[in-house]
């Protein structure tokens, strides 16, 4: 047998220490049950690429169902087997999640694949991934610990920096891949093969995408929306003419283009300010691309890419809401509202909307007053609480909510800073003044 390259030492350097355990564990456990065990696809690329990663993907040659229940049993945890596809998701006591692959030998479920006899299963297992730089593995058999199994030549694709499908029918199988193909050649900064390339445009030009389920189609489109650099991405899919075979209404015009870039500045501007919890970037995006179609265009563009009922309705709420708010915010301005009418208006929106509004009304002072919303007036905290007008004697009910509400009115607008002529106040809203009243006489009572 020829030598293999041995990645032990870059695994112990690259590694933090509980997934190595996990890796020489889950390999010991192999070896007890008589199973070869490998982790495989991006975790070994990234690994080689010094790329973190902490996904585990295991593939046992053997049963990958009583590989989990012993991998449980041996380090606790739970797991939860897909009998039909042989397959398991292993969560482990710290909450590490490992997915547990079988690697089989069955002929026809690999028409594309030749001399099956020959295959050991790993290999098997392999030739059915979509590039060759995720069709690594490493063994984790004690014996031969750290060795890695590359049959398609992907350590040289890494060295090369290109992305390649293992064989020509790849797309055929497997529309998807071009949507990740695009995406791991943005992320990665690989260029697609020239082969890879031709067998993209073919099948664009055959139509695959049509075939393609909606679900699926959307599931790639939105890790593509989750990337670094959604919008190179999305332009090499219009290169492609790739979105456009989702759905013509999906096109990359050149308004939309400029809301998508609008939306990187917002997002990338948003992301450093660590406000927790972060947005879900994909979905600001999504509204970006779906920027200028009316309801009905949206529900059709739903309907390809299978939405569900609910997913499909928030969606379209969603949008509706962003443009009441925008709305609201230009009469706001006009009128020069107090800067609590721009809180309230805002609160009821979530923050995809907030970054949306943002990235298409780039225009000052629009833009201003939404960022002044999300960095200062959305995390202004109330000196007083439910307790604190319980503490004064009003009675738990509904009236908390509102009272509070206005208190907090006032805060924003600059009057009640302490907690004191903040319980002050809730105490004569209590007993029905107006706040108009009551700040009349903090003016007067001023002077
Ligand atoms: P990421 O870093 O985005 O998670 P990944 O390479 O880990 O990328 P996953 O989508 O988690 O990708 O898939 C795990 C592995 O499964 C991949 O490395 C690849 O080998 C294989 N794979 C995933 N999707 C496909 C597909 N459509 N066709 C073939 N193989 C696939």
Known sequence: RKRERNISGLLRERLPKDILALLKNAGKLGQKLGYAVYVVGGFVRDVLLKHPNTDVDLVVEGDGIAFAAAMTREMGGRYKAHPK??????????????????????????????????????????????????????????????????????QRDIKDRVLRVLHSLSFVEDPTRIVRAIRFSERFGFRIGGQTDRLIKNAVRHS????????????????????????????????????????????????????????????????????????????????????????????????????????????????????????????????????????????????????FLMARNPREPLQKYVSLYLTTLRGKRLEITGNDLKGIGIAPGPDYTSILRRVRGSVIDGHAPCRAEQLEMARRLAVGESIESLLARRTSGAH
């Open 85 to 154: 596809f042989k397959t398991a998701v292993v969560v482990l006591p710290s909450g590490q999640r490992v997915d547990v692959a079988t690697a089989r030998l069955e002929y026809y479920e690999y028409p594309a694949a030749l001399p099956t006899v020959e295959l050991s299963s790993i290999k098997m297992d392999l030739y059915r991934r979509d590039f060759t730089v995720n069709a690594l593995a490493v063994h984790l058999s004690p014996d031969r610990y750290g060795e890695l199994v590359d049959f398609f030549g992907a």
């Open 208 to 355: 695959f995408f049509h075939r393609l389920s909606g679900s699926r189609v959307f599931h790639e489109l939105q890790l593509i929306l989750e990337e670094k650099t959604p919008l190179a991405c999305l332009r090499r899919m219009h290169d492609y003419k790739l979105l456009a075979a989702i759905h013509p209404l999906l096109a990359l015009t050149p308004p939309r283009e400029t809301v998508l870039m609008e939306v990187e500045n917002v997002i990338n501007w948003y992301r450093l300010l660590y406000i927790e919890p972060q947005p879900q970037a994909w979905l600001v995006y999504f509204l970006a691309l779906c920027s200028g179609m009316d309801a009905e265009q949206f529900a059709v563009v739903g309907k390809r890419l299978n939405f569900s009922k609910r997913t499909a309705g928030d969606i379209a709420t969603l949008r509706m809401r962003i443009r009441e708010t925008a709305q609201g915010l230009f009469n706001w301005e006009y009128h020069k509202g107090p800067l609590s009418e721009l809180y309230f208006l805002m609160e009821p929106l979530p923050v995809e909307g907030a970054l």
